[in-house]
Nanobody, 125 residues
């Protein structure tokens, strides 16, 4: 069983920063890529950012480009999300995810095999 543990959320004022972390544990697991999604109350879970290990390519939703940075360590199945210039609309529960197979689309939830439990990010105005 593979488990993802995400952490680093909290309460921050608009314009502030947070760094989320996600680490995989359990049985040996080689992921093709890892990503972050978020879900606000009453909304669907949405893609935030992803990284694919074979080419180091990163992907971002338009609303976070230039403010968020995804990085990680393939060998450790660890991924980070540095969030700067946070806005109240970034408030959500953030989930990390991992996929073991080569995905066609990294922005969809169905691509991912494993999920973290979620960490709350609240940005006050």
């Amino acid at each position: 069983q593979v488990q993802l543990v995400d952490s680093g959320g909290g309460l921050v004022q608009a314009g502030g920063s947070l760094r989320l972390s996600c680490a995989a544990s359990g049985r040996t697991f080689s992921s093709y890529g890892m990503g972050w999604f978020r879900q606000a109350p009453g909304a669907e879970r949405e893609f935030v950012a992803a990284i694919t290990w074979n080419n180091g390519r990163t992907y971002y939703t338009d609303s976070v480009k230039g403010r968020f940075t995804i990085s990680g360590d393939n060998a450790k199945n660890t991924v980070y999300l540095q969030m700067d210039s946070l806005k109240p609309e970034d408030t959500a529960v953030y989930y990390c995810a991992a996929t073991g197979s080569s995905p066609v689309i990294v922005t969809t939830t169905s691509t991912y095999d494993y999920w973290g439990q979620g960490t709350q990010v609240t940005v006050s105005s």
